[in-house]
């Protein structure tokens, strides 16, 4: 049998390649952002064109190539960054592998035109799809200029794959954002379809976190700064009270690369630990600079994992540099960041004034002996609870006619929830009064500040309050935004609220959506906007959070189709208005609840698909006795 085994023509190796290397126009970017840097500029200039689909140039004022390393560097291997094996643990340069360049031309039409300092006239080389089609001298400032054109013009899987302009757009700014944070000191412009969308001036990494992310952001940082023979730690957090809901601006930048780490990031978390409202990431801006030695960046070429030498100690020492700055600069109350986190007092604690404690639990309560039970009803009369309303009858009763008799909600609640303590002498002294007084009129019971327990006529039903009301909010968005039949209120004093210009580019696209579901824009600037009217069924303090959640939601999931849109935007803000578990909610409430759940076309379950309620039939029950 002959032999089988063939070497791939450099051009099909080059296309393999580049499926790892360029994933999407943003990769590109990354790439020449980075090779500009490598080179020493102090300027440069990125411009794109439909989201780089048609246009992705970089242009810098750095050290330029000769004729020869012109042609070379769109060879694979090519690299002038290392000479030796010993090299690769000595990096200082983003790249070493001499794979991106070729990468590129193989799957773009590509034009380079460079030229360095000491010479008269520069080189532009022509390439298309791996083939130079032209070399010839030109007239070029000194540095170097890479277009970039109709990237993935010959495979079109990969060209139909790209997502929207907007979430393509959104990916290359991430990019510029990482690339312009790490580099203060250099000079970056951003141009889309010829509009400037970034001018930073070289400056410090503060100013550059400002001019990046808006002129608010200025007072919300915390400087950290710390310096051992292990690493030097140097940067921002935001303050507390700044802490976003969504995990936006989190950066570690380590040796001026943009990097993940989840552990690094578990360390900033712990040293807020008790500082942060439930469920809110602090915002981090940290540059940290080890020897490379101590570094292992030798992975995937697109990947931005790094593996630290020594990760316990960084941990350590990053959690308490930021504790550290934190309490110096008074926004912590622990000074001391030896002590037991677990024995400070929550930061939001401190600034209460002392209340007294509710009792929430009652342990001396037995549901079967009756003294105790008119105790139970009489507590809960003295907190102004009304425990039963004769008016409750509503559309969802319909569905479910009559209460059995037999039936006595205590020991259904009992039975069910034999490992759950009853919560409070209110919700069991009301579940006796409903018992004492004429069943068949349906009492609502408020079950861990979390589920609303109710009766039908096959047993009970349990709705989760969070989950129902989502759904709630969700079609009454959903109306309010296909019919524009929103009800507003008018703020009394518009709200200004501050964004990036990339959110705000964002909350652009979504905005006739907004204005249908109630809210009024006034005005709106590069990195501010003004709000003079809300949706009704949200209130004032919110409308920030609602916001920034929709903005994240925007930016993690972006479907093309209009409806996809709405219905995008509807299950983002219902699930940011919806009512918390933990809210106590008055026996009205609780009746609003069910009736508008089994109102909803779909009261089963969330616009995510979870359950919103389940039902326990008195033969489940009885079985369990
Ligand atoms: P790598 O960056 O891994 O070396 P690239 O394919 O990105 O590989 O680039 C190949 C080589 O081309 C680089 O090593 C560098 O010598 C040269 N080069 C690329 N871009 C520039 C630039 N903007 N200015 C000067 N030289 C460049
Ligand atoms: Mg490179």
Same mark, same amino acid.
Request: charged share 55%.
């Given at each position: 049998m002959s032999d089988i085994i063939q070497l791939l023509p450099d051009h099909v190796a080059n296309q393999i390649a580049a499926g790892e290397v360029v994933q999407r126009p943003a990769s590109v970017v990354k790439e020449l952002l980075e090779n500009a840097i490598d080179a020493k500029a102090t300027y440069i200039k990125l411009i794109i064109k439909e989201a780089g689909k048609t246009l992705i140039q970089v242009i810098d004022d750095g050290s330029g190539m000769s004729v020869t390393d012109a042609r070379l560097s769109f060879e694979r291997h090519a690299t002038s960054k290392i000479k030796t094996a010993e090299d690769l643990f000595q990096l200082e340069t983003k790249g070493f592998r001499g794979e991106a360049l070729a990468s590129i031309a193989a799957i773009a039409h590509v034009e380079l035109k460079t030229k360095q300092e000491e010479d008269e006239v520069g080189t532009e080389i022509k390439i298309e799809g791996s083939e130079v089609t032209s070399q010839e001298v030109c007239v070029t400032p000194k540095g170097t200029s890479i277009s970039v054109k109709n990237l993935f013009y010959n495979i079109p899987a990969r060209r139909n794959f790209l997502k929207s302009n907007a979430v393509e757009l959104r990916h290359i700014i991430d990019e510029f954002h990482r690339v312009a944070m790490a580099h203060s000191t250099i000079k970056f412009d951003m141009y889309h379809n010829g509009a400037e969308v970034f001018n930073l001036p070289s400056s410090n990494d503060r100013q550059r976190i400002v001019n990046i992310f808006g002129g608010k952001t200025n007072e919300k940082l915390v400087p950290v700064t710390e310096e051992t023979d292990l690493v030097t730690i140097h940067g921002f957090v935001g303050k507390p009270q700044y802490a &976003?809901?969504?995990?936006?601006e989190q950066f570690f930048f380590v040796n001026n690369r943009f990097i993940k780490s989840p552990y690094l990031n578990h360390a900033v978390n712990a040293a807020f630990e008790g500082l942060l409202k439930d469920k809110s990431h602090p915002s981090y801006f940290l540059y940290l600079t080890v020897d490379p030695i101590s570094i292992d960046i030798n992975i995937h070429p697109t990947k931005t994992e790094i593996k630290f030498e020594d990760e316990h100690a960084l941990y350590a020492m990053l959690r308490s540099s930021i504790k550290h700055s934190l309490g110096q600069f008074n926004v912590a109350p622990v000074l001391d960041f030896d002590r037991d986190s677990s024995m400070d007092t929550p930061y939001e604690y401190k600034s209460k004034a002392v209340q007294t404690p509710t009792i929430e639990v009652d342990r001396s309560f037995n549901p079967f002996k009756d003294e105790k039970t008119s105790g139970g009803g009489s507590s809960s009369s003295d907190k102004g609870y009304t425990p039963f309303k004769k008016e409750s009858a509503g559309s969802w009763e319909n569905l479910y006619v009559g209460l059995d008799a037999e039936v006595t909600p205590t020991k259904t609640v009992e039975n069910d929830f034999s490992s759950v303590e009853f919560e409070s002498t209110e919700v069991t002294g009301s579940l006796f009064e409903s018992d004492d &007084? &004429?069943?068949?009129h349906h009492t609502t019971y408020q079950l861990r500040k979390k589920y609303i327990v109710t009766t039908i006529k096959s047993g009970m039903v349990i709705v989760n309050q969070h989950r129902a009301h989502e759904r709630i909010v969700y079609e009454e968005l959903l109306r309010n935004i296909t019919m524009a039949s929103a009800v507003s209120q008018q703020l009394l004093f518009p709200l200004t609220l501050s964004f990036s210009k990339k959110e705000i580019a964002l909350l652009e696209t979504v905005k006739e959506q907004l204005e249908n579901m109630g809210f009024v824009f006034a005005e709106q600037s590069l990195s501010e906007i003004e709000i003079t009217a809300i949706p009704s069924v949200t209130s004032e303090k919110e409308v920030s959070l609602l916001l920034e959640q929709l903005i994240h939601d925007l930016e993690n999931e972006v479907p093309d189709s209009g409806f996809s849109q709405t219905d995008l935007l509807a299950r983002s803000i219902a699930k940011s208005i919806a009512v918390r578990t933990g809210v106590e909610l008055a026996q009205e409430q609780q009746q609003y609840m069910v009736n508008s759940l089994f109102a909803c076309t779909e009261p089963a379950i969330t616009p995510d698909n979870k359950p919103t309620f389940i039902t326990l039939t008195v033969d489940e029950i009885d079985k369990k006795f």
């Open positions: &976003k809901r969504t995990r936006g &007084k &004429k069943i068949g």
